[in-house]
T-cell receptor, first 113, second 111 residues
Framework: DAGVIQSPRHEVTEMGQEVTLRCKPI?????LFWYRQTMMRGLELLIY????????DSGMPEDRFSAKMPNASFSTLKIQPSEPRDSAVYFC???????????FGSGTRLTVV | AQSVTQPDIHITVSEGASLELRCNYS??????LFWYVQSPGQGLQLLLK??????LVQGIKGFEAEFKRSQSSFNLRKPSVHWSDAAEYFC?????????FGQGTELSVKP
């Protein structure tokens, strides 16, 4: 298995632009998670899905952030409009059932200038 | 609320020395506990996990961790550190399907 695949690896965008991050989970995994990592706040859970349904989005910072999972093999995290404080590394992870042992992707490093 | 505390932000050990990274958790039920490692510019890799049973769990790369319910701890250990172990280490607790991470401990290894 190729693992959790995220794209792009790096994204530089201007403030106010829309940014879309993509994630392909491991086939057969039924949980998908989006995390954000910054020096100041560490690893924060933004949202997670179970069987493509959003379960907990309480970590989504504000309405500028949205996430979708249209099918079991694809998810997006969108920021519109982007702001410099959104600069961070965004990780996607997937797991089978809820017992953890999550597999993380390599992350997308987002820089908003 | 669930939480994880890693008291040590940064630790430096000499190559070949033993290592212990501390982790304390707060969770009302029986916890699922994890240790992950992150090398610079990389994602997180699972080192080991505890769900139930034997409180001493073995992981990859020669790491082990011990669950102590009375102390709410899940400390990570390695008997002899290698230079390639330099990285950031995260302890996490699984709570109703999601992982709550500690702030991480950065490990430096002296030659």
């Amino acid at each position: 298995d190729a693992g959790v695949i995220q794209s792009p690896r790096h994204e530089v965008t201007e403030m106010g632009q829309e940014v879309t991050l993509r994630c392909k989970p491991i086939s057969g995994h039924d949980y998908l998670f989006w995390y954000r990592q910054t020096m100041m706040r560490g690893l924060e859970l933004l949202i997670y899905f179970n069987n493509n349904v959003p379960i907990d989005d309480s970590g989504m910072p504000e309405d500028r952030f949205s996430a979708k999972m249209p099918n079991a093999s694809f998810s997006t995290l969108k920021i519109q409009p982007s702001e410099p404080r959104d600069s961070a590394v965004y990780f996607c992870a997937s797991s089978y059932r809820d017992r953890g042992g999550y597999t993380f992707g390599s992350g997308t490093r987002l820089t908003v200038v | 609320a669930q939480s994880v505390t890693q008291p040590d932000i940064h630790i430096t050990v000499s190559e070949g020395a033993s290592l212990e990274l501390r982790c304390n958790y707060s969770y009302g039920a029986t916890p699922y506990l994890f240790w992950y490692v992150q090398s610079p510019g990389q994602g997180l890799q699972l080192l080991l996990k505890y769900f139930s049973g034997d409180t001493l769990v073995q992981g990859i790369k020669g790491f082990e961790a011990e669950f102590k319910r009375s102390q709410s701890s899940f400390n990570l250990r390695k008997p002899s550190v290698h230079w390639s172990d330099a990285a950031e280490y995260f302890c996490a607790v699984g709570a109703r399907g999601k992982l709550i991470f500690g702030q991480g401990t950065e490990l430096s290894v002296k030659p």
